[in-house]
């Protein structure tokens, strides 16, 4: 079974600045999404960013980038010039691409607080 | 454009009792998911719809059950609701097997007491 750990349970980091979220998962698969999931308070999951297993350039939107490392199974979310609005809490979440499951497994998040 | 759209948003009830959770979708997708949301585990499945009366087990069935006899609705029914059950409840879809964003409602809050 796919396991995915968000060893980082709360997270701050001053407006403007840099932050990374870590995210590492457990897989045999070869084909496969991983996604970053952002809660805000109004409790909606709203997908930030995807990355498809087989495509070795890092995902970007905007001031949101990962860091794919596919042999050490690990995908990381940067977000830049950090703003009040990215409060939220975050989820890593793995996906088979093969259509016999589509089980979605989500870490159980980071909760990132931006200060002004 | 309503999207996917649960109530109730809140509910409370009681141990014992019966309660479905709704779950509709405009955009005619294919699949359709439920989700519970609990402290520390983050997201995990209960049941899933490939398309209409196909429906199946996910991570945490127990004491749950889902029908699908219109594309468009999933509701999700506790038949006797314990504790265990309080929880947060998201309704997902998507439209197709080979698309692999989720796309959410708004979550329904269940408290069992």
């Known amino acids: 079974a796919q396991t995915v750990t968000q060893s980082q349970p709360e997270m701050s980091v001053q407006e403007a600045e840099t932050v990374t979220l870590s995210c590492t998962y457990d897989t045999s698969e070869n084909n496969y999404y991983l996604f970053w999931y952002k809660q805000p308070p109004s409790r909606q999951m709203i997908l930030v960013i995807r990355?498809?297993?087989?495509?070795?350039q890092n995902a970007t939107e905007n001031r949101f980038s990962v860091n794919f490392q596919k042999a050490a199974k690990s995908f990381s979310l940067k977000i830049s010039d950090s703003q009040l609005g990215d409060t939220a809490m975050y989820f890593c979440?793995?996906?088979?691409?093969?259509?016999?499951?589509?089980?979605?497994?989500f870490g159980a998040g980071t909760r990132l607080t931006v200060k002004p | 454009d309503a999207g996917i759209t649960q109530s109730p948003r809140y509910k409370i009830t009681e141990t014992g009792r019966q309660v479905t959770l709704m779950c509709h979708q405009t955009w005619s997708h294919s699949y359709m998911f439920w989700y519970r949301q609990d402290l520390g585990h983050g997201l995990r499945l209960i049941y899933y719809s490939a398309a209409a009366d196909i429906t199946d087990k996910g991570e945490v069935p127990d004491g749950y059950v889902v029908s699908r006899s219109k594309t468009e609705n999933f509701p999700l029914t506790l038949e006797s609701a314990t504790r265990s059950q309080t929880s947060v409840y998201f309704c997902?879809?998507?439209?197709?097997?080979?698309?692999?964003?989720?796309?959410f409602g708004e979550g329904s809050r269940l408290t069992v007491l």
């Open positions: 979440a793995f996906m088979k691409r093969e259509a016999t499951n589509n089980d979605m497994r």
């Open positions: 997902a879809s998507k439209p197709g097997s080979y698309t692999g964003e989720l796309f």
């Open positions: 990355q498809e297993a087989y495509k070795q």
